[in-house]
Structure formats: structure tokens, C-alpha cells
């Protein structure tokens, strides 16, 4: 009887996993619409959504970094209904940049696939007539705290590739945090901030028409995208390399059949060929991964901004 009981067990479980999703799921996007997290995330979800055959609702939480979504799924139900899509900061920096957490990100969250990643741009305001990487560092130094810069919000890889800067090449700037890339790049073309780091493709067109002066590339090699501006490690700045990134992740205690289903569905939509062209128009490479190399992923990108948030004395603004 015992052993009969034990084979209905085995086989009921792989049978429940695949009645998952058997209703709508929610997939909150920690950046405003129109941002790269929501174009990152909205793709998925349509290739969730037809591959499961249930509606990947995208629901647009922005705020504090990305922790008011995050929170959100965080509390939620661990049973797959609710899932998270965000950037750098909610996974492996905030909890280092903010005094207080609603919640801990490492132990209430599981990360299930890290999705896309895109080294950046360093661009300025043409008014200030810099042609190089050399002369805006010189700049800045003979003109401490008059410059600002924007960044995506408070803990993004824009804010903190910044601070990294700043504190490498001993240089003072203002920071004005934005809900999002759209409102970053409409102040910049506006005149109301001087530099900030991008995403290649969100700037590329301004550097073109020349509303934007583009400096450097935080990779250790030139992109494809902009082959004329040189990246950080020809500058000899190897250190200031910095990707910003979008991963996926749900509550602290999913099931490993939702897990495993819902990763399985992620790796085969996001390596599509029309997925990868996407976002390889927003600057993206995609990663796809299993959930344990995103965990890996996570812990040395945490270790790598806390030592600088820490040298730097970046705050959550």
C-alpha cells in the first residue's frame, strides 16, 4: 500500500507542474512603459503567454529604485501567479544603497534567469564643447559640483557607473535621479542635465544628430553599435567596466516544478531570433540563464557595488 501510494505521489507531481499556469499571471515591471525593463519584460511575457497558453499580464510598479515592485512580488503568494522583472538595483544594489529595505532580496526573492544585459555610454551636453573622456574628467575637476548628471533612479547601473567615477577620478557631480529612461534623455536633450551614462541605443541617435557628445563605452571593448567611441578599457579604465542588466525572478519558495517550468519557457522565448533582434536594437545581449547562474551572477555584482557604494558614499537620493 505504502509503495502505491508513494508511485501516485511520483506521478501526480510532474502532472500538477504541468497544469501551471491555470490562470492569469502577473509579471511586474519595475520601470515606468516605454523603459528597456518593460520592453525586456513585455517580450517575455508574450512568449510566456504562448507558450502556456495563459495571459503574462506586464503591470508598470515604478518607484524607489525599483523596491515598490519588488516588495510587491516579494509578499506575494510563492505559487508562480506573481513575477518580477527588473534591473540591477532591486536584485544586487539596493540593499547596500538604501538604509532600509521593505524587504531582503536575497532572501525573499528567487531569482529564476538572468535575461539581458548592455554595457553603456558616457555622453554630455555639446554646450560644454568636451571632445574627449580626458577633457570632461579635467572639466569636472575645474568646475567641482557644478555639473549634474541623470541616471535611470537611485541604485541603476547609470547612477553608479557614475559614482564609480566620481570616485576613481576624484570628481564632483550633482545627482538627479529619473523614474526611467525616457524622462532621463528628454532633460538631457532639454539642457537641464550635462552627462549621464546610457544604454548605447537610447543615446546613439542624439550623438548622431549632435544633441549629445559621446565620450566612452563601459565595456572593455567598442560596440558595434558606436565603433568610433572608444570603451573605458583603451582609456585605461578597465575598472569603470559596467553592464547594466534585467533578470527575472518570483517569491522565496516557488515550487521546483514552477521553477523549472517557468525558466524552461524563459531560456526558449528569450533565445528566439526575433527576441534577440529586440533587443538587440535597445543594446541588449541576451543571457537566458539557469536560475543557479543568475544566484552567481548576483552575488558578484552585490559584492562589486557595495565596495563602491561604500568608497563613493552613494546614497539612495
Not at 505504502?2 to 501526480?12: D, H, K, P, T
Not at 569636472?140 to 549634474?148: D, M
Not at 549632435?210 to 567611441?229: E, H, I, W
Amino acid at each position: 500500500m505504502r509503495l502505491f501510494l508513494l508511485l501516485l505521489v511520483a506521478l501526480a507531481a510532474p502532472a500538477w507542474s504541468q497544469t501551471y499556469p491555470s490562470k492569469p499571471v502577473r509579471v511586474i515591471v519595475t520601470f515606468p512603459p516605454g523603459s528597456t525593463p518593460d520592453i525586456v519584460g513585455r517580450a517575455l511575457a508574450s512568449r510566456l503567454q504562448e507558450a502556456m497558453g495563459q495571459p503574462f499580464v506586464v503591470e508598470n510598479r515604478a518607484g524607489a529604485g525599483g523596491n515598490i515592485g519588488a516588495d510587491a512580488v516579494a509578499k506575494a503568494a510563492p505559487d508562480g501567479y506573481t513575477l518580477l522583472v527588473s534591473t540591477n538595483g532591486v536584485f544586487a544594489i539596493n540593499k547596500a544603497l538604501y538604509k532600509t529595505m521593505p524587504f531582503d532580496p536575497d532572501k525573499d526573492l528567487a531569482p529564476l534567469s538572468l535575461l539581458a544585459t548592455a554595457p553603456q555610454m558616457l555622453v554630455v551636453q555639446p554646450s560644454l564643447g568636451l571632445k574627449d573622456f580626458k577633457g570632461f574628467v579635467e572639466y569636472a575637476k575645474r568646475n567641482p559640483g557644478k555639473l549634474s548628471y541623470g541616471s535611470v533612479g537611485g541604485g541603476s547601473a547609470s547612477h553608479l557607473t557614475m559614482e564609480l567615477l566620481k570616485s576613481d577620478a576624484g570628481v564632483d557631480l550633482v545627482h538627479v535621479p529619473y523614474k526611467g529612461f525616457p524622462p532621463a534623455v528628454t532633460d538631457m536633450l532639454a539642457g537641464n542635465i550635462h552627462a549621464m551614462f546610457a544604454i548605447v541605443p537610447g543615446v546613439l541617435p542624439h550623438v548622431k544628430a549632435g544633441k549629445m557628445t559621446a565620450l566612452a563605452v563601459t565595456a572593455l571593448k567598442r560596440s558595434q553599435l558606436a565603433p568610433d567611441v572608444p570603451s573605458v578599457a583603451e582609456l585605461g579604465l578597465p575598472q569603470l567596466e559596467s553592464l547594466a542588466w534585467i533578470g527575472l525572478a518570483g517569491p522565496a519558495g516557488l515550487s521546483p516544478d514552477v521553477v523549472d517550468r517557468i525558466t524552461t519557457e524563459t531560456v526558449r522565448g528569450m533565445r528566439r531570433p526575433e527576441v534577440r533582434e529586440l533587443l538587440g536594437k535597445q543594446g541588449f545581449d541576451v543571457v537566458a540563464s539557469s536560475p543557479q547562474e543568475f544566484s552567481r551572477w548576483i552575488q558578484a555584482e552585490s559584492a562589486k557595488w557595495a565596495r563602491v557604494i561604500r568608497l563613493s558614499g552613494a546614497t539612495a537620493e
